[in-house]
T-cell receptor
Framework: GDSVTQMEGPVTLSEEAFLTINCTYTATGYPSLFWYVQYPGEGLQLLLKATKADDKGSNKGFEATYRKETTSFHLEKGSVQVSDSAVYFCALSGGRDTGRRALTFGSGTRLQVQP | SAVISQKPSRDICQRGTSLTIQCQVD?????MFWYRQQPGQSLTLIATANQGSEATYESGFVIDKFPISRPNLTFSTLTVSNMSPEDSSIYLC????????????FGEGSRLTVL
């Protein structure tokens, strides 16, 4: 079945540091890929997405590129802020040929940014 | 995006009791999904609830423990039956976006603590 593997956290960075959170996946067909973020005490929000190979999703300074050859969707940000402290989840939806609309999530990576 | 309201937002329950969580969406949707997020863990799909048919449960989840209702296109309930401390989790309702790009929108969740 489909699965998502994320790097374990917590990741602790100083403000303005470069961020990478690794995500790799296993899926049949052609899945869409997502990063969701969960800020402390808040619900799950979509951060960015990519629906086909080589697409780059971006939002709020975060980027991720859909790499089919390495089955990866790593999250990056050039300069993190304290306000980016949250838990980040990589997720995929079933490919168009599967018809599966539910998302499969990775284990989540907690990011702590220190001033 | 969809606006999803869940009730209760949190509750403390006694072992052996049951609790019903409500999910209201501001638009009509065919599919609704129920997820569980155990403390410090990722999101696990419990079931898919389509209006007019029986819910489809994922491996490890059964209807007797998590009965679901879907009386119309904007509402669903999930009951957690005969609760034990292991059921302490956040339960989240989610729906697909209006445009089929694969993402899901989530309610803020219902945090249950079972004593």
């Amino acid at each position: 079945g489909d699965s998502v593997t994320q790097m374990e956290g917590p990741v602790t960075l100083s403000e303005e540091a470069f961020l990478t959170i690794n995500c790799t996946y296993t899926a049949t067909g052609y899945p869409s890929l997502f990063w969701y973020v969960q800020y402390p005490g808040e619900g799950l929000q979509l951060l960015l997405k990519a629906t086909k190979a080589d697409d780059k999703g971006s939002n709020k300074g975060f980027e991720a590129t859909y790499r089919k050859e390495t089955t990866s969707f790593h999250l990056e940000k050039g300069s993190v802020q304290v306000s980016d402290s949250a838990v980040y989840f990589c997720a995929l939806s079933g490919g168009r040929d599967t018809g599966r609309r539910a998302l499969t999530f990775g284990s989540g990576t907690r990011l702590q940014v220190q001033p | 995006s969809a606006v999803i309201s869940q009730k209760p937002s949190r509750d403390i329950c006694q072992r052996g009791t049951s609790l019903t969580i409500q999910c209201q969406v501001d638009s009509q949707v065919t599919m609704m999904f129920w997820y569980r997020q155990q403390p410090g863990q990722s999101l696990t799909l419990i079931a898919t609830a389509n209006q007019g048919s029986e819910a489809t449960y994922e491996s490890g989840f059964v209807i007797d423990k998590f009965p679901i209702s879907r009386p119309n296109l904007t509402f669903s309930t999930l009951t957690v039956s005969n609760m034990s401390p292991e059921d302490s989790s956040i339960y989240l309702c989610s729906v697909p976006g209006r445009v089929n790009t694969g993402e899901l929108f989530f309610g803020e969740g219902s945090r249950l603590t079972v004593l």
